[in-house]
């Protein structure tokens, strides 16, 4: 199966990297508008594939996403000094535009993976401008902040990241919500195992684990200019649920009708993801606390989405 990406910098090519590894798709098209980065990483991420999968991988033009069956849209520019986030998002809309136009003359059923970042408003930007179903235009949203808070929840009890079951759901970005009330390690509520294990999980640790979530992107982009690896694998994660139709449970942004009373908003919840997308999403209970701080993040989210003229 094809799949398409478009924007071929540190996360796009991540991205493909990750697939190959992983064996995802049977084909990879690389687009970018810099044709020589796409051919590039092209060839080196195809010269990884006979240490891994037997997966196709090259650069190509809008014309050869021609029945691809996912899209990852990775494209993007980078802030100017001095310049605004809505100003960004502006330009980012402008990219968008020309590239969703592109996609869906040639695979107008691809379901679209948004990795650009503001990711909760380009998902908007992507959805609104493609018109495709909101089911099928899925931001990375906070899948990352998740994988990152069941890798230092894992970490600190001593238990792999697989089996610890929690969520960051809200934005990706500031105001994203680590959910620790119903947070687990196989079936037993996190607080619980931690007590059984001896171990100790204070709120003061509990709040330094959430802030290492959610500033981990500050402390890697300070070591080494920007993150790529980490949400490359996230995006190889929901491709691969797409083309084999799992139908597993991910924290990723789509159009949301209603959060707690916040109308229409691009936010992340824990999804079910298949063949058709997202097909069902999951309201998770949370303590007041949680909600209250869902309901800020989907208002933080609204605030952008509302401001942009599409
Ligand atoms: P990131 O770290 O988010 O991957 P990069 O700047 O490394 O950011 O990558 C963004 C990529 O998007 C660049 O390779 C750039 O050439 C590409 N890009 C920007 N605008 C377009 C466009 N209109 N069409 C295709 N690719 C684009």
Same mark, same amino acid.
């Given at each position: 199966m094809k799949v398409g990406i478009v924007g071929t910098g540190m996360v796009g090519s991540s991205a493909a990297y990750a697939m190959a590894l992983m064996g995802v798709g049977t084909q990879i098209v690389l687009v970018d508008q810099d044709p020589k980065l796409a051919h590039a990483h092209a060839q080196d991420i195809s010269h990884a594939t006979p240490f891994a999968s037997p997966v196709q991988v090259h650069a190509g033009d809008y &014309?050869?996403?021609? &029945?691809?069956?996912v899209v990852v849209l990775a494209a993007g520019v980078g802030q100017k000094p001095g310049e605004s986030r809505l100003a960004l998002l502006d330009r980012n809309a402008k990219v968008f535009r020309t590239i969703i136009k592109n996609i869906i003359a040639v695979a107008p059923d691809a379901i679209l993976i948004v990795a650009t970042n503001p990711v909760d408003v380009m998902t908007y930007v992507a959805q609104r401008l493609s018109g495709i179903p909101v089911g099928k235009v899925i931001g990375t949203g906070t899948i990352l902040d998740t994988a990152r808070f069941r890798t230092l929840l894992g970490q600190h009890l001593g238990i792999a990241a697989q089996s610890v079951h929690a969520y960051v759901l809200g934005e990706h970005g500031d105001s994203e919500v680590p959910i620790w009330s119903s947070a687990m390690a196989g079936s037993v509520p996190i607080d619980t195992l931690a007590n059984q294990m001896g171990r100790s999980l204070l709120s003061e640790e509990k709040n330094t684990i959430s802030t290492n979530v959610r500033d981990a992107a500050y402390s890697i982009i300070e070591g080494k200019g920007a993150t790529y690896y980490g949400i490359g694998a996230g995006v190889a994660r929901i491709v691969q649920a797409i083309l084999d139709d799992e139908r597993i449970v991910l924290s990723v942004s789509i159009m949301t009708d209603d959060v707690l009373g916040v109308p229409n908003v691009p936010i992340s919840l824990p999804r079910i993801i298949g063949a058709q997308g997202v097909l069902t999403d999951m309201v998770p209970e949370l303590d007041k606390i949680e909600e209250n701080a869902l309901r800020k993040s989907a208002e933080v989210i609204s605030e952008l989405t509302e401001q942009l003229n599409l």
């Open positions: &014309d050869d996403l021609q &029945d691809a069956k």
